[in-house]
């Protein structure tokens, strides 16, 4: 079992910055790939960044530029810059482990005021 817990989200204006951190525990050792997905009220829930244990990372294209995902030991971050009100979201943690199993955070709250 990978425990997630996600921290860092808040309330920032239109332009602010956020950083988001997600701290995983237990079976870390069989993690590959971490994410950050994020859902909004009405929407289905994306995927935004995602980085390999290669340190590969792809992001969706609305944030290309503006966030940026980094993995250090047993957490991973995401760099939020530029932010939008369209950024407004829950933000949740996810692992993939190499056995095909997948976990998830409880969720972090993010607002982006215009």
């Known amino acids: 079992q990978v425990q997630l817990v996600e921290s860092g989200g808040g309330l920032v204006q239109a332009g602010g910055s956020l950083r988001l951190f997600c701290a995983a525990s237990?079976?870390?050792?069989?993690?590959?790939?971490m994410a950050w997905y994020r859902q909004a009220p009405g929407k289905w829930r994306e995927m935004v960044a995602v980085?390999?244990?290669?340190?590969i990372t792809h992001y969706t294209d609305s944030v290309k530029g503006r966030f940026t995902i980094s993995r250090a030991k047993n957490t991973v971050h995401l760099q939020m810059n530029s932010l939008k009100p369209e950024d407004t979201a829950d933000y949740y943690c996810?692992?993939?482990?190499?056995?095909?199993?997948?976990?998830w955070g409880q969720g972090t709250q993010v607002t982006v005021s215009s």
């Open positions: 996810n692992a993939n482990t190499n056995d095909g199993r997948t976990f």
């Open positions: 237990g079976s870390i050792f069989s993690i590959n790939a």
């Open positions: 980085i390999t244990t290669d340190e």
